[in-house]
């Protein structure tokens, strides 16, 4: 649904990738390079925004309530950081997860999460407006 938002986007070109085990470090490191706008959930993909050119943006999709964690590294690589807006939260919808030790409630950070295309697709927008 989300990739299907971005066809919309104006002057887009939708690379997916998938930073595996299979994938050699230097192709994703020139993948990334290679990006104006890098989109991601919080987890260990998003360090890849080291690698991103000086003018590029990246997005955390959702901060999973880590607010500072790739804002902080966004702001000492040089490269614009953009997330979901707090007052749209309620489009985020987390689906199942893993409990926190001694807790009914699942990990924000464990979670599969779904989000309202339209807002997405505004976001998008909004950042490569800043990277263009």
């Not at 299907?4 to 595996?20: F, M, Q, R």
């Not at 104006?36 to 890849?48: E, K, P, Q």
């Not at 702001?75 to 007052?87: I, M, N, P, Q």
């Not at 950070?109 to 997405?120: A, G, H, I, L, T």
Request: include cysteine; glycine fraction near 6%; charge should be negative.
């Amino acid at each position: 649904m989300l990739l299907k938002a971005l066809e919309d986007v104006p002057n887009t070109i939708v690379k997916v990738v998938d930073y595996n085990e299979r994938v050699p470090f230097l192709s994703q490191l020139d993948s990334t390079h290679n990006s104006d706008v890098f989109i991601g959930i919080h987890g260990a993909g998003l360090t890849h925004l080291l690698f991103l050119p000086d003018w590029a943006a990246v997005m955390e999709l959702y901060n999973c309530d880590d607010r500072h964690c790739y804002k902080d590294l966004a702001r000492l690589r040089g490269v614009k950081y953009f997330t979901w807006s707090s007052d749209k939260q309620h489009l985020i919808y987390p689906e199942g997860g893993e409990r926190r030790p001694g807790s009914e409630e699942p990990h924000k950070k464990f979670m599969n999460y779904r989000f309202d295309p339209m807002e997405f697709q505004k976001r998008v927008k909004v950042v490569s407006y800043y990277e263009s």
